[in-house]
């Protein structure tokens, strides 16, 4: 991750390659599973280049980004300064594993992009509980990430990669998509769609089924 280039005078708005590159095809599939109106909470905001283009291209949701890192933190509110977006908040502290959320009760969205695979499982299990609790009925919860589908890797280099991240930590792993439906099931949240995404990724879409 490169703090800064010829473009980005601003040491705080970092920049991340990936984000560059898979901007565009996620929101392509925001655009459509996306509610059109409320509050998106986005979980592991990180750089904040996400939040900006997405809340750039989705005027009438409220963008909400959030991260347990200070520096992210940092990163995220330079960039909402720098686009000046009126429906683009601050970021908020928040850790998917520490209950209760700093949110509001009623969420339209969930949006969690490439979180579960390097984190604890735990925090899959916190992040399915709190979307559980703080999405409005019919509120969707949006993931995006490599899997395993039935305990088996898509590609190759999802293995390799799979293997770095244990390697880094123990905790960390490509997660099963199954044991991820499992904790929708859990949190009466269905999974209506398994997206196909470039560099064998998925985006997962959950949808809040209970009242």
């Not at 939040?51 to 960039?79: E, K």
């Not at 293995?159 to 099963?176: C, K």
Request: hydrophobic fraction near 45%; charge should be neutral; proline fraction near 9%.
């Amino acid at each position: 991750m490169s703090p800064n280039n010829a473009d980005n005078p601003d040491t705080l708005r970092r920049v991340a390659p990936a984000a560059e590159r898979n901007r565009g095809p996620i929101l392509e599939v925001l655009s459509r599973a996306l509610p059109k109106a409320g509050v998106v909470l986005e979980i592991a905001s990180g750089t904040g280049q996400h939040a900006v283009h997405f809340a750039a291209a989705l005027p009438t949701v409220t963008w909400q980004p959030s991260d347990p890192d200070a520096a992210s933190r940092a990163s995220i509110d330079a960039w909402r300064k720098h686009a000046s977006l009126a429906n683009l908040n601050a970021p908020i502290a928040l850790d998917v594993r520490s209950a209760p959320w700093p949110v509001p009760d009623s969420l339209a969205a969930i949006v969690c992009i490439n979180m579960i695979h390097i984190a604890p499982w735990a925090a899959a299990e916190g992040l399915f509980q709190g979307a559980g609790k703080r999405l409005t009925n019919d509120g969707v919860l949006f993931l995006y990430g490599p899997y395993k589908r039935d305990g088996a890797h898509t590609a190759p280099s999802n293995e390799a990669f799979d293997n770095q991240l244990r390697a880094t930590n123990p905790s960390w792993g490509v997660r099963n998509m199954e044991d991820v439906m499992q904790l929708g099931r859990a949190a009466d949240l269905w999974m209506e769609e398994a997206v196909p995404m470039p560099a064998n990724n998925f985006c997962l879409i959950f949808r809040r089924t209970g009242i």
